[in-house]
């Protein structure tokens, strides 16, 4: 649950959330974030005014963001703009050199992190742990740059002794979700959660009763309608950093922190599986 207190990268949330706004609520967006120090210091009825945007609109965007009302939102506006972020994201220029590459790319790789871990509900990671941990097998989706962290998912769930299969060909999505049922937790990586084909699988997981996981960007999106538990990354993808880059960074450290908190609910287990699989692949290592 959000808390009442300041919540950072407000205006970073509104970015994120922009393009599934409706054109009003856009009009709103476009004002709060060219004068956040203004609507800082403005009352609910003079922002109304300003914008021509009706205060219960207000007070839905601001729940869209995920705060609790337009007073959050004004302080958490006053603390951003006092205290700008360490890191701007910034896009890549033509003339960049490769340490200015280099370390644009890291600070976007850290932003990413520090606004998913802002977003992130301790809940939903252990509510996904209940699912999990009482499904008979795991199935995992992902397409395209989120296939390997599908991929990387199953692994990490193999090594402490899930059954979890990882499915990245569109066409077998389809086949096996519809073949899932209420003893099947699925786990769908999807940035967008817009994408076509794992959209449609993770439709017909939910349908056939599986228990549904999703990992994707806080802005909202299709996927999201089909979901049991949302794990959210935050990354705003730019000109050069597409999602192939801070999203999937993001990505996965929120796969590493699920891993983590399962196998700390059955810790004997997973570390006897783990030191058993360690044992296997040292036979590969000369």
Same mark, same amino acid.
Request: hydrophobic share 45%; net charge positive; glycine share 6%.
């Given at each position: 649950m959000q808390s009442a207190g300041l919540v950072s990268n407000v205006i970073n949330r509104i970015r994120v959330r922009y393009d599934s706004l409706g054109p009003r609520t856009q +009009?709103?967006?476009?004002?709060?974030?060219?004068?956040?120090?203004?609507?800082?210091?403005?009352?609910?009825?003079?922002? *109304?005014?300003? !914008?021509? =945007?009706?205060?219960?609109?207000? =007070?839905?965007?601001?729940?869209?963001?995920?705060?609790?009302?337009?007073?959050?939102?004004?302080?958490?506006?006053?603390?951003?703009?006092?205290? #700008? +972020?360490?890191f701007i994201h910034e896009d890549l220029q033509p003339d960049d050199d490769t340490p200015t590459i280099c370390r644009k790319m890291f600070h976007a790789g850290e932003q990413a992190l520090k606004d998913t871990l802002s977003i992130l509900d301790p809940d939903a990671i252990a509510a996904a742990v209940d699912v $999990?941990?009482? *499904?008979?097998? $795991?199935?995992?989706?992902?397409?395209?740059?989120? *296939?390997? $962290?599908a991929e990387d998912a199953q692994y990490r769930m193999?090594?402490?002794?899930?059954? *979890?299969? +990882?499915?990245?060909?569109?066409?077998?999505?389809?086949?096996?979700?519809?073949? !899932?049922? #209420?003893?099947?937790? +699925?786990?769908?990586?999807?940035?967008?959660g817009a994408t076509h084909e794992t959209l449609a699988a993770t439709r017909l997981a939910k349908e056939a009763g599986a228990k549904v996981i999703v990992v994707t960007n806080f802005a909202s999106s299709p996927i999201q309608a089909f979901a049991d538990i949302k794990?959210?990354?935050?990354?705003?993808?730019?000109?050069?950093?597409?999602?192939?880059?801070?999203?999937? $960074?993001?990505q996965l450290c929120v796969i590493d922190a699920l891993i983590a908190a399962l196998a700390m609910r059955d810790y004997d287990n997973a570390t006897s599986t783990l030191r058993q699989t360690f044992d296997v692949l040292s036979l590969k290592r000369f």
């Open positions: +009009v709103l967006a476009d004002y709060v974030i060219q004068n956040p120090l203004e609507v800082a210091g403005l009352s609910i009825t003079q922002l *109304a005014e300003k !914008t021509d =945007i009706s205060e219960g609109s207000i =007070i839905n965007f601001c729940r869209q963001l995920g705060l609790k009302g337009f007073q959050q939102l004004k302080l958490s506006l006053a603390q951003e703009v006092v205290q #700008p +972020v360490q $999990i941990r009482s *499904a008979k097998r $795991i199935e995992i989706y992902g397409i395209g740059s989120s *296939a390997p $962290i193999l090594r402490i002794g899930l059954d *979890a299969k +990882v499915v990245v060909d569109s066409h077998i999505q389809a086949i096996s979700a519809s073949r !899932t049922g #209420p003893d099947v937790a +699925v786990l769908t990586i999807s940035h967008s794990l959210f990354t935050m990354s705003r993808e730019t000109k050069f950093r597409t999602e192939a880059m801070t999203s999937r $960074i993001a």
